[in-house]
């Protein structure tokens, strides 16, 4: 081997020190297939498992995994549609049942996915961070024999001697926030270091996030209440209209409170093309926290819930409930309650169903049930409009479509707004028509035949939609992908870079200034940032006046042959 080959070996040699440990990221090598044995087999897979490029692939394919879950029915979102679409589809449903495609987010194969990259992350970001701290507690390496190799350079001559520029150079680099320290006939200074430190961040944030999500998923729970003002609510499972789970939450994790809706206030644009659109939409309500807790006032916004704990209370919707009268032949009252109605349009014109199951008797004194179909418009139009006109209390008309009989609720689940009309019959008029009548505030609807009375009060209440929602990982999930976003940008906005200045004096006893950097990768950042510090040492260590003046005093940094 000729000296030549020697030295460019050896230049090479000292170029990869002084570029190594820019990053903390593990070295590529090449695969080798180990030898036979458990143990060989076992530090293969786990370098593979903890790899970057493999928690990529995770990642992505956790990704993919979810897609099933937004698209397929999923029982513990709702498991009324799952059903409906085994009843549709007889031929996936089943394969589906295979793949645990109803069921997603608790399948097998997706919680396989989970841990195995929960593993992978932890596996990769340990060593990675003992690296990290002890590349904080080192010092940046010396400068290589041939600065000139670098692919930022530049040099001068300069009177100063080489201590007063190896000084006046470490406090520049100091000042300008680098790590730097005398190494030998250089100094050595190095900057960046948050770039790693945000890829690492990002890297601990994809596991708070997935640990979020996972506890979220597993000890979350989500319910609803409608409420009719002047109702209370106690957070408690047999309050609640429709409740569902995680699978590992337990009705002793409930945060212990109770709340009551006083009043709930809407208004409503009157004219011009927002018409009928919300201005204000809130409920007042009073809470108590535990069991004996001093009442509060407070008031639930859209998007403005109440917190309580880890609990949180959302206003989600709104209707009226009409203040409903019944009296029987003998002009007893048999039922008077305000029925929530559920709206059909923006216009809040709305449809439930008044049911009398107790006390009621006909005009011959027999023991009978009620059933009212009842169609409420806040605002009539008059005529033969059948839709609200607007969402507010203007002209308020209740239409009622009365029956009597058997409603079918002994022994058997029923919706209250529907109407079972199997054992019923219809109230007939004196023209033999089914009955049906439009009452104002105040108006009563006489039944035939002595057989009663219905009355629309004039007080029509409203009432309020609330869901109770419990997450206890939201938090730590907001603050995870915030920490992700942060550390992300930092890892690809802020580059890590090395900078030297060497001054020696040369055979002419003149000082020889030569300074270089090094970025982990190739970017116009490092020169330019190198030309500004060669810049500003020169005038403190200006070029020698004895220079010929064909000869420039500064090579400029992207001017170095290699």
């Given at each position: 081997m000729s000296k030549t080959e020697t030295d460019n070996g050896q230049e090479q040699e000292d170029l990869g020190a002084a570029g190594s440990q820019l990053s903390t990221a593990p070295q590529e090598e090449t695969t080798v297939v180990p030898g036979l044995g458990v143990i060989g087999w076992a530090r293969w897979f786990w370098r593979q498992l903890t790899s970057m490029r493999v928690a990529l692939l995770l990642l992505l394919l956790l990704s993919l995994g979810a897609i099933p879950g937004s698209l397929i029915p999923q029982t513990a979102a709702d498991a009324s549609k799952v059903d409906d679409f085994r009843q549709a589809h007889r031929t996936l449903a089943p394969i589906y049942d295979k793949l645990g495609l109803f069921h997603v987010y608790s399948s097998v194969w997706f919680s396989a996915i989970y841990i195995l990259l929960f593993v992978s992350l932890i596996g990769c970001i340990v060593p990675r961070t003992w690296q990290f701290v002890g590349q904080l507690r080192g010092r940046p390496p010396g400068a290589p024999k041939r600065l000139d190799r670098l692919p930022a350079y530049t040099t001068w001559r300069t009177t100063a001697e080489p201590e007063q520029v190896r000084e006046a150079a470490l406090a520049l680099l100091k000042k300008r926030r680098f790590r730097a320290h005398v190494a030998g006939d250089a100094v050595a200074a190095e900057k960046g270091y948050v770039r790693e430190l945000g890829n690492l961040v990002f890297h601990v944030a994809l596991i708070v996030l997935l640990t979020a999500?996972?506890?979220?998923?597993?000890?979350?729970?989500?319910?609803?209440?409608?409420?009719?003002?002047?109702?209370?609510?106690?957070?408690?499972?047999?309050?609640?209209?429709?409740?569902?789970?995680?699978s590992m939450f337990s009705t002793d994790d409930l945060v212990p409170f109770s709340f009551g809706l006083k009043d709930f206030e809407g208004t409503y644009e009157l004219t011009g093309p927002n018409r009928g659109t919300p201005r204000t939409f809130q409920a007042k309500i009073t809470y108590?926290?535990?069991?004996?807790?001093?009442?509060?006032?407070?008031?639930?916004?859209?998007?403005?819930?109440?917190?309580?704990?880890?609990?949180?209370?959302?206003?989600?919707?709104?209707?009226?409930?009409?203040?409903?009268?019944?009296r029987d032949g003998k002009g007893k009252v048999v039922y008077q309650d305000a029925v929530p109605l559920l709206p059909l349009d923006g216009n809040v014109t709305s449809q439930g169903v008044i049911k009398v199951l107790d006390g009621y008797r006909n005009a011959q004194g027999q023991k009978e049930q009620l059933g009212v179909r009842a169609f409420f418009l806040p605002t009539y139009g008059g005529g033969t409009s059948v839709l609200s006109q607007f969402p507010a209390l203007l002209n308020p008309v209740l239409n009622l479509e009365p029956y009597h009989g058997d409603l079918g609720v002994d022994g058997f689940p029923q919706s209250v707004y529907?109407?079972?009309?199997?054992?019923?019959?219809?109230?007939?008029?004196?023209?033999?028509?089914?009955?049906?009548?439009?009452?104002?505030?105040?108006?009563?609807?006489?039944?035939?035949?002595?057989?009663?009375?219905i009355t629309l009060?004039?007080?029509?209440?409203?009432?309020?939609?609330?869901?109770?929602?419990?997450?206890?990982?939201?938090?730590?999930?907001?603050?995870?992908?915030?920490?992700?976003?942060?550390?992300?940008?930092?890892?690809?906005?802020i580059q890590r870079r090395r900078v030297?200045?060497?001054?020696?004096?040369?055979?002419?006893?003149?000082?020889?200034?030569?300074?270089?950097?090094?970025?982990?990768?190739?970017?116009?950042?490092?020169?330019?940032?190198?030309g500004d510090l060669a810049g500003t040492?020169?005038?403190?260590?200006?070029g020698a006046p004895d220079r010929d003046s064909t000869e420039s005093d500064v090579v400029p940094a992207e001017g170095a042959e290699k």
């Open positions: 999500f996972a506890s979220g998923q597993m000890f979350k729970s989500d319910g609803t209440k409608l409420m009719v003002e002047g109702g209370g609510f106690s957070n408690a499972l047999p309050q609640y209209d429709d409740f569902k789970s995680g108590s926290e535990g069991a004996y807790g001093k009442e509060k006032p407070a008031t639930v916004k859209v998007n403005q819930p109440l917190e309580i704990g880890d609990s949180k209370v959302y206003l989600v919707s709104h209707g009226y409930a009409p203040v409903i009268t019944v529907q109407l079972d009309k199997t054992h019923m019959k219809a109230f007939k008029d004196a023209k033999g028509l089914q009955l049906r009548g439009n009452l104002k505030p105040g108006q009563t609807l006489q039944l035939p035949n002595g057989a009663g009375s009060e004039k007080d029509i209440k409203e009432w309020a939609g609330f869901e109770i929602v419990q997450e206890p990982g939201s938090g730590w999930a907001l603050g995870g992908a915030l920490a992700a976003i942060f550390g992300l940008a930092a890892s690809l906005f030297w200045v060497r001054a020696v004096r040369g055979a002419d006893g003149v000082t020889v200034v030569e300074m270089a950097g090094l970025g982990r990768s190739e970017s116009a950042k490092v020169p330019e940032e190198l040492l020169y005038d403190q260590a200006p």
